[in-house]
């Protein structure tokens, strides 16, 4: 199991929303900024919010990021089939001194 | 434009060792933390180990603690990962990858080596 917990899979229209939970504890989400990568099959991750909410150069406002006490979630709106692709929330754990990944939301737009 | 270009992996019996390496282009090397990522075929992606721009901390996930050293040359711009006592288990594509300032967060990501543990 992940220490921090993702739904294994989430589905919308196109056009649509969605939001992808990241549940974890005090000691990661609820002490560190938390990040988000999209990763297609056969591709490198890519960065998609860094410190809870902000986005790197490139990346469109359709994707947003927050975080609340142990618990961080991302946001995509108007989605697209180009979209489709596994989510993973990630951050460091100050008691395990480690980096730690949620095990990952597969995205699938209908 | 940074780069980060992995070599190294490739098919190592149960027991045995590999070492990979990344070549870093684009930014100043000794300034940023490093770290290593792995994927498990069919697995979600797992963090391995850091490395502090200087070396002089290091850490590792629980699993691979006493088998793989993280280490740096920042005269060459190059990250390693040397891993012994290979076991099944750590078959992965591993990617390294660049830590900017102070918090956690993987900004850029090598082309992943695939790296096969297997008798």
């Known amino acids: 199991q992940s220490v921090l917990t993702q739904p294994p899979s989430v589905s919308a229209a196109p056009g649509h929303k969605v939001t992808i939970s990241c549940s974890g504890a005090s000691s990661n989400i609820g002490n560190n900024d938390v990040s988000w990568y999209q990763h297609l099959p056969g591709t490198v991750p890519k960065l998609l919010i860094y410190?809870?909410?902000k986005r790197p150069s490139g990346i469109p406002d359709r994707f947003s990021g927050s975080r609340s006490g142990t618990s961080a979630t991302l946001g995509i709106t108007g989605l697209q089939t180009g979209d489709e692709a596994d989510y993973y929330c990630?951050?460091?754990?100050?008691?395990?001194?480690?980096?730690?990944f949620g095990g990952g939301t597969k995205l699938t737009v209908l | 434009d940074v780069q980060l270009v992995e070599s190294g992996g490739g098919l190592v019996q149960p027991g045995g060792s590999l070492r990979l390496s990344c070549a870093a282009s684009g930014f100043i090397f000794s300034n940023y933390w490093m770290d290593w990522v792995r994927q498990a075929p069919g697995k979600g992606l797992e963090w391995v180990a850091k490395i502090k721009g200087d070396g002089s901390e290091k850490y590792y996930v629980d699993s691979v603690k006493g088998r793989f050293t993280i280490s740096r040359d920042n005269a060459k711009s190059s990250l390693s990962l040397q891993m012994n006592s290979l076991r099944a288990e750590d078959t992965a594509v591993y990617y390294c990858?660049?830590?900017?300032?102070?918090?956690?967060?993987?900004?850029?990501w090598g082309q992943g080596n695939l790296v096969t543990v297997s008798s």
């Open positions: 410190e809870n909410n």
């Open positions: 990858a660049r830590t900017p300032g102070n918090h956690w967060v993987l900004d850029y």
């Open positions: 990630g951050t460091w754990d100050d008691s395990l001194a480690v980096g730690v």
